[in-house]
């Protein structure tokens, strides 16, 4: 069974830094673009970026809103993904969900941007 | 960027009857080598995560019931539940992954009416 698990939310200050994490199992994750999307509270969906495999030079594309702001790495030894997150802004604040496939996505983990 | 738009933003549908969603791009998700619309929908319910209901436009999801349906090419797309249950009150995206950005409509909420 494929999992998802999102983790490394939490509320943190405008220009803070916040790195989210996404542990997968179920999958040969080491084969897996791996992408990162986030909903604002009563809003829709935002892609946010993903990363290639290793055979594909695990590039990254990313959104022009997070676009030097944020980066996306993977440790293809532990199957995790994971999004740093560098000066937040009060637009950041999300529910953040990783995905790979379009068919599975972690439960979500929350990040709040407030002073 | 391929801007979706799906209207309507919002439906009340009563038990039973047909409930219809449509999702523009602003460019083709065709691609004419293969044939292929890059175009998934999406239901995603209160405090879940996006469950993918259909890929390539019209290709339903393992598990999916037959009475949701997918249809349309190019730049115009529909997504159909043919007799509304309890249980398909959710928003519904629709998801473009032709081109960078990947992008999706704004969401159109569906209650029962």
């Known amino acids: 069974e494929v999992l998802l698990v999102d983790s490394g939310g939490g509320l943190v200050k405008p220009g803070g830094s916040l790195r989210l994490s996404c542990a997968a199992s179920?999958?040969?994750?080491?084969?897996?673009?791996m992408t990162w999307v986030r909903q604002a509270p009563g809003k829709g969906l935002e892609w946010v970026g993903r990363i290639k495999t290793k055979v594909d030079g695990a590039t990254t594309d990313l959104a022009a809103p997070v676009k030097g702001r944020f980066t996306i790495s993977r440790d293809d030894s532990k199957s995790t993904v994971y999004l740093q997150m560098n000066s937040l802004q009060t637009e950041d604040a999300a529910v953040y969900y990783c995905s790979t496939g379009h068919k599975y996505w972690g439960q979500g983990t929350r990040v709040t941007v407030s002073a | 960027d391929i801007v979706m738009t799906q209207s309507p933003d919002s439906l009340a549908v009563s038990l039973g009857a047909r409930a219809t969603i449509k999702c523009k791009s602003s460019?083709?998700?065709?691609?004419?080598?293969?044939?292929?619309?890059?175009l998934a929908w999406y239901r995603q319910r209160p405090g879940q995560p996006p469950q993918l209901l259909i890929h390539w436009a019209s290709v339903r999801e393992s598990g999916v019931p037959d009475r949701i349906t997918g249809s349309g090419s190019g730049t115009d797309f529909t997504l159909t539940i043919s007799s509304l249950q309890a249980e398909d009150v959710a928003l519904y995206f629709c998801?473009?992954?032709?081109?960078?950005?990947?992008?999706f409509g704004q969401g159109t909420k569906v209650e029962i009416k």
């Open positions: 179920g999958f040969n994750f080491s084969t897996a673009y």
């Open positions: 998801l473009q992954y032709y081109g960078l950005p990947r992008t």
């Open positions: 460019q083709s998700v065709l691609d004419t080598s293969t044939n292929q619309n890059y």
